[in-house]
């Protein structure tokens, strides 16, 4: 079985334990990364990430920082991110969204609606 | 004093954050009415996130038995202490990010720190406010959680009575919004 890969940014251990017990339930692999800065290295160095969920507020590096070093680095294969955040402020997202963000979540998350974003973004399991 | 009503109000708001945030984790948490007494001995948890505008800076504390934490912990058969300290972040994150959502919509717009977290024995906290002020206060399967908060704010600053036609309306927790 060739599984979806699903990384993780976000510098609240539980809520990366949240996110990764829903979404390998459903049949998902997660990779996991503490900060922004983190996540950049994952994503030069591995490839086949399906998707991101990243947070916004987090040290060394915010989600925000994130995305535009991701979309403007030509090392880091094209992958959808979708913010996970408790961030619901318009202009915020509409500063995500033009980065190249594909998805605004507001925390606490519904677990439901999570998964349902995720096979929407990701695709299926496999 | 102005100052006075824009703080108690802006302290009201962020008690009715706490209270939906709680609620949503499924506990049925009983506000208190008045200053609680000191929490119990033993091990406790104080979390606490910054935050700020031009006009507006403070900080809001969770103070709680490591019990309550490990209470609300969505995972809870896994919890370790450094889990509880990850999570009362979380909920100070959770509960001061409602807050300013909330009050985009009066067009006051913050900026948050980073959550930060300590585990200690014994823990009580005292406000640096004059005159003093008492923490918001719940009561949750006979522990109490206290939600300390601390403002300084500039003359010039007036929370409007209601949401203003200039505010912001933030988009609602648990909300998914795909481009």
Sequence with gaps: ?126 | MPGDSNEARLAELLCQCMAELLAELGVQPEPLTRAPSPPDAGETVAAFSGFGNDELRGSFTFLGPSKLFSRLHPLPSTVTPRDLTDWACELVNQSVGRFRNRLLAYGVKLSLSVPQSALADNLRLASSLQPARSPIAFAIDGMVLEGWLELEIEPSFRLAQSPVAEGAEALLEGSVVLF
């Design chain 1, 1 to 126: 079985m060739n599984n979806k890969t699903v990384l993780i940014v976000d510098d609240s251990l539980t809520v990366r334990q949240q996110v990764s017990l829903t979404l390998t339930s459903a049949g998902y692999q997660i990779v996991e990364a503490r900060d922004g800065r983190e996540g950049v290295d994952v994503l030069r160095a591995r490839a086949g990430i399906a998707m991101v969920l990243c947070d916004v507020n987090m040290p060394c590096m915010s989600g925000l920082e994130f995305l535009e070093t991701v979309k403007g680095d030509a090392a880091v294969p094209p992958v959808p991110v979708v913010m996970l955040t408790t961030d619901g402020s318009p202009d915020l997202i509409a500063r995500a969204k033009r980065a190249g963000a594909k998805g605004w979540i507001v925390k606490p998350f519904r677990t439901d609606l999570l998964l349902a974003a995720v096979r929407r973004i990701a695709g299926e399991p496999g």
